[in-house]
């Protein structure tokens, strides 16, 4: 073999590993299953990353086995201080070893050593053969053997590609004669990843200097009497310390490991092993990768390179280069300099009418509206971007002027409303409000890629700029290279030239036109197609419906509540300062902190936060309630200001200038068990429980005079879920009979007749009914109720005699969640539990609740969900009523008066029949001028 082509290439396995975990930390990967892949996929990007570009001739990946006992014997510190491995990772090992090996590459270790000793054990073998070796790892501590024929390959980490670090870099990098003195640097320096502790008071810069001054450690030790002061005195003091130190630093070169040139040659992969483990990984995207990088023939890279081929076919207007069919790695990101694109500006009415035309011949295009700010009632359009094919796609300008934008998306009304063609969209609920402002109401089926990847992955992120590098592979343009960082300087988006609209615009449409290819395909693999198609995408209409007629505010109501409650702040405050003797900033947690434990000395044992000060938060001093009275004054105090600034002041600014009315925003893809949930403002916290919170109801008011609200409430529809999914005999009968099910339960439990139930014992019953799901313990039950830990532990058991069945159901759904990774609702809905076979017990216990608790919130969601889309459709075609709001399990309706009797009932019966079960759904029905009154 030519020495020129005797390339070896060492990966340091656990580096790279971690590298990959930590990468997708924000937006960890998890799979059907509910196994994490990230550490899998981060790594196996980085070793086919690694063989596509180099090609090496030779290969090995080298892992850390046990305790680096060659170290452990000279400092039994040695990397103490290291946290525990991430149980992801741990997991994860395994099937990297098993793709590494169905790859037919070596997986190399020595046991007492560590994989860097292996690596340079390897690397100094090598060099004596000819061998230039590439030591693939982040580890700047591999700097130090680098030679002529020893390099540093650090992998391309986000902004930056891969760095080859030789002789000259290294010595630039380090400050060094000689790679070699890196082990004097880091023995002077320490390492506080390995625990290695170096010189006192020696840091970078102050190790740099030593080495240019004494060359060595060794040397420097050698002169203590050139220092002076502290320095000198630390240095001299631990110069053991530090002769030590470099010990641990130094890689060792001859760990037992043999070079076998034969065993390291790079071979042919296992195609049918890889695959199989990819396809139970679900990687499909890495095995495209995979594909490509050993260049072989597979359907998955026949249908790739249709789409890459598609994208540079003829142009609306003609043109286009033939595309290379290249897949980027998905090691790095791809932009739009390096991206093989043919983006077009459609100006003028005959362009409009060639794109139209194009449009109504598809099946499926995705388009994208670009506003003049975020609130998509108020923002004026900017521009609409379309794509049908990857790589192309064409952006419409819009003039300033509102009529004349209207006038232009007149044209497009046949689009917007054919019947035939998908319409695709990322949050596609932003554009159909912005389209309805200038009288455009989107028809016919829709795919928006946000909540397609919800119910993939509903614990992970979901903007297009997360979905695109996940996915893709593929980094979009920021919006804030265009219009700058938010400020008082930031631009609108009509202010940016248009070729930048342009290419902005056209790529979030040709980017999400990509994703729904990728999505679309998977939801039947995870039962969530129906979910999709039937349940959250004609939700998606509904809520566009809903946010668009808001509801009606009296803001005269909250002024005088602001007023009321000002002065009960004043009260509490005088009584607090009276309670503690002295008048102190009630707002400052240091100072309340002080008054409370030093003062007072309400705790001996007080926590203190990570700042020195005492914790003053509601978990702390709910536990202190019994102590002094001044903490409930405090807890009062507290709530109230919280009401006041958060909702009694706020709300009044949220009321639209052009509707009079509040316009909050439904969120479909925030909950992960598929509630909903409310923003800008959020209307679904507003406090119930207090005499002061209701009041805030009191101000959503009805239209006008002609009208009143109605609230309709789900009774207890988590209990009757449960009763439902359990099968529970006696839960069904009493909900079947129309019993009250908290007097039923207390009747079972305390072993009493119905009628003699008392109002504590019901009361401690309903506590346990909603409480058990949940996972409440003996010690969480009688913090709720005042019972004792033994008296709650009783309560708890016999609740469990009443409900086996129910027992039984919560222990079946936990073994369900470790068999499979996952719950699930009535329809379906999916709840991944990545730690339910965690062997951290306090992990693993919470997955455990929620393996119980998530199907019945799921449920619960699901079904008002069905009825809301059942009901939308029913008033849209038949009735003035309107839909304003839900929250949790309560739907708001302005209702004309005159219709008020006839669509009571239609409420009722569809929201109870909205699913079919053995236990039947209760909605209670209320009626008033506010929603106080109605609720």
Same mark, same amino acid.
């Given at each position: ?5 005797? =390339? ?271 396809? !139970? ?65 459609? !100006? ?112 992970? =992120? ?175 105090? =507290? ?49 119930? =429980? ?246």
């Amino acid at each position: 073999m030519n020495t020129e082509d005797k =390339r070896l290439f060492l990966l340091d396995a656990y580096a790279l590993i971690f590298r990959g975990y930590y990468a997708f930390i924000k937006n960890p990967r998890i799979n059907s299953k509910g196994l994490n892949t990230s550490a899998i996929l981060g790594f196996t990007n980085s070793l086919l990353d690694v063989i596509k570009r180099e090609k090496p001739t030779h290969i090995a990946v080298v892992f850390d086995v046990g305790q680096a006992t060659v170290r452990t014997v000279d400092y039994d510190q040695y990397k103490a201080n290291r946290d525990e491995t991430p149980e992801a990772i741990k997991i994860a090992v395994p099937y990297i070893q098993e793709i590494i090996r169905a790859m037919c590459i070596p997986v190399l270790f020595a046991e007492g050593y560590e994989a860097d000793d292996v690596i340079g054990t390897l690397a100094k073998k090598a060099e004596k053969e000819g061998y230039t070796t590439y030591m693939v790892t982040p580890d700047k501590d591999f700097a130090q053997l680098v030679s002529d024929k020893i390099k540093m390959y650090r992998p391309p980490a986000f902004g930056k590609g891969i760095e080859i670090w030789g002789v000259e870099e290294v010595k630039e990098k380090f400050g060094v004669q000689d790679p070699i003195q890196v082990i004097d640097f880091l023995g002077m320096m320490g390492d506080s990843v390995d625990n290695i502790p170096g010189l006192p008071g020696v840091g970078e810069k102050t190790a740099k200097k030593f080495l240019a001054e004494y060359g060595s450690l060794e040397n420097l030790l050698e002169n203590t009497d050139k220092l002076k002061g502290k320095m000198k005195e630390n240095i001299e003091a631990n110069k053991e310390l530090g002769i030590l130190s470099k010990k641990l630093a130094t890689i060792i070169i001859d760990a037992p490991v043999d070079f076998d040139e034969e065993d390291l040659t790079m071979c042919a992969p296992d195609v049918d092993k890889v695959k199989e483990i990819f396809n !139970e990984l679900e990687f499909r995207q890495l095995l495209e990768n995979f594909y490509r990088t050993f260049n072989l023939e597979s359907d998955v890279v026949e249908k790739t390179k249709s789409v890459s081929e598609s994208a540079v076919q003829q142009s609306l207007f003609g043109g286009g280069d033939a595309d290379s069919g290249e897949i980027p790695s998905t090691a790095f990101f791809t932009e739009i300099d390096t991206y093989d694109h043919l983006y077009q500006l459609t !100006e003028g009415k005959m362009g409009r009418k060639l794109l139209i035309d194009k449009l109504l011949q598809q099946k499926e295009v995705c388009f994208d509206t670009e506003t003049t700010g975020l609130d998509a009632l108020t923002a004026e359009l900017v521009g609409i971007s379309f794509s049908f094919e990857a790589g192309k796609g064409y952006y419409v300008p819009f003039p300033q002027d509102f009529n004349e934008a209207k006038a232009i998306i007149e044209e497009f009304r046949p689009f917007f409303e054919s019947e035939s063609v998908l319409k695709i969209g990322h949050n596609l609920k932003y554009d159909y409000k912005v389209l309805f402002k200038y009288g455009i109401v989107p028809k016919g089926k829709f795919f928006d890629t946000m909540i397609a990847h919800y119910l993939l992955n509903p614990d992970m =992120r979901h903007g297009m700029d997360v979905l695109s590098e996940t996915y893709l592979n593929y980094k979009p343009i920021s919006i804030e290279t265009l219009i700058g960082k938010k400020g008082k300087n930031q631009k609108q988006f009509n202010e940016v030239d248009l070729e930048q609209q342009k290419e902005y615009a056209v790529e979030d449409a040709d980017v999400t036109f990509q994703l729904k290819t990728f999505f679309a395909p998977q939801l039947p693999e995870v039962n969530a197609e129906k979910l999709f198609h039937e349940i959250e995408m004609p939700l998606m209409e509904v809520l566009s419906d809903m946010e668009i007629e808001g509801i009606r505010l009296d803001t005269e109501v909250l002024a005088e509540q602001s007023v009321k409650i000002t002065a009960e702040i004043l009260e509490l405050e005088k009584k607090i300062f009276e309670k503690a003797g002295e008048a102190f900033n009630l707002n400052s947690p240091k100072q309340l902190g002080d008054i409370l434990f030093e003062k007072l000395e309400l705790d001996k044992k007080a926590k203190k936060t990570k700042t020195g000060q005492y914790a003053t938060g509601e978990e702390v001093l709910t536990k202190l309630v019994d102590k002094h009275p001044i903490i409930s004054d405090i807890l009062d105090y =507290r709530q109230l200001q919280k009401l006041k600034s958060t909702y009694v002041d706020a709300l009044p600014k949220e009321v639209s200038s052009e509707t009079q009315r509040i316009h909050t925003t439904f969120s479909q893809t925030v909950a992960a068990t598929g509630r909903l949930a409310s923003v800008g403002p959020n209307l679904q916290n507003i406090p119930i =429980r207090s005499e002061q919170g209701r009041e805030i109801r009191k101000a959503f008011v009805a239209r006008d005079e002609n009208y009143v609200l109605v609230s309709a409430d789900y009774s207890q529809i988590e209990l009757r879920i449960i009763a439902e999914l359990s099968q529970d005999p006696i839960m069904m009968e009493a909900f079947q009979k129309g019993e009250d099910i908290h007097r039923t339960t207390a009747a079972k439990v305390f072993k009493v007749a119905l009628d003699e139930v008392t109002r504590e014992q019901r009361s401690q019953a309903k506590t346990v009914n909603f409480g058990i799901v949940y996972g409440v313990s003996a010690f969480g039950l009688s913090e709720q109720t005042g019972l004792s830990r033994a008296e709650s532990k009783q309560l708890i058991d016999a609740y469990y005699e009443t409900y086996p069945t129910l027992k039984k159901f919560m222990e079946e759904q936990i073994h369900q969640a470790r068999e499979k990774g996952y719950v699930e609702t009535i329809l379906g809905r999916r709840r991944y539990l990545k730690d339910i076979n965690s062997r951290n017990h306090v992990v693993r216990s919470f997955a455990e609740r929620i393996a119980v608790n998530a199907p019945i919130q799921g449920s619960a969601a699901d079904i008002i969900k069905i009825a809301m889309i059942n009901l939308q459709k029913v008033l849209k075609e038949n009735y003035q009523t309107k839909m304003l709001l839900q929250v949790h399990d309560e739907l708001v309706f302005d209702v004309p008066k005159s219709e008020l009797e006839t669509i009571k009932p239609i409420i009722k019966e569809t929201m109870e029949n909205a699913v079919k079960m053995q236990v039947p759904l209760e909605v209670e029905i209320g009626v008033g001028q506010n929603w106080l009154e109605a609720h």
